[in-house]
């Protein structure tokens, strides 16, 4: 069982940065793929980014170039940062882990979600 609690969220202009970070609790978070997740009100939920634990990763086209998403196996956290965010990347930012060490952009193949973080990017 993994539990999963995502902060870094908030208000930010128009080619601002945030960084977003999840910290996992419970077993096997070394071995598991992170994925970050959005969606925004009216939209369904879309893939962002992914990380395997070897640090291979994976990025929507959307937000390659702009976002990176990194992995502390340490300190069992996955973190995503966001630069030259835009309007239309406000959503709620969900963190999710997957058991089955490939990555996945499917939303489906991950088994755990933490509650997710809000960010807003003003115009």
């Known amino acids: 069982q993994v539990q999963l609690v995502e902060s870094g969220g908030g208000l930010v202009q128009a080619g601002g940065s945030l960084r977003l970070s999840c910290s996992a609790s419970?077993?096997?978070?070394?071995?598991?793929?992170m994925g970050w997740f959005r969606q925004a009100p009216g939209k369904e939920r879309e893939f962002v980014a992914a990380?395997?634990?070897?640090?291979?990763?994976t990025y929507a086209d959307s937000v390659k170039g702009r976002f990176t998403i990194s992995r502390d196996n340490a300190k069992n956290t996955v973190y995503l940062q966001m630069n030259s965010l835009k309007p239309e990347d406000t959503a709620v930012y969900y963190c999710?882990?997957?058991?089955?060490?490939?990555?996945?952009?499917?939303?489906?193949?991950?088994?755990?979600w933490g509650q997710g973080t809000q960010v807003t990017v003003s115009s």
């Open positions: 990380i395997r634990w070897s640090g291979d990763s």
């Open positions: 999710a882990a997957k058991r089955i060490n490939i990555a996945s952009a499917n939303s489906n193949d991950y088994d755990y």
């Open positions: 419970g077993r096997a978070f070394s071995r598991s793929v």
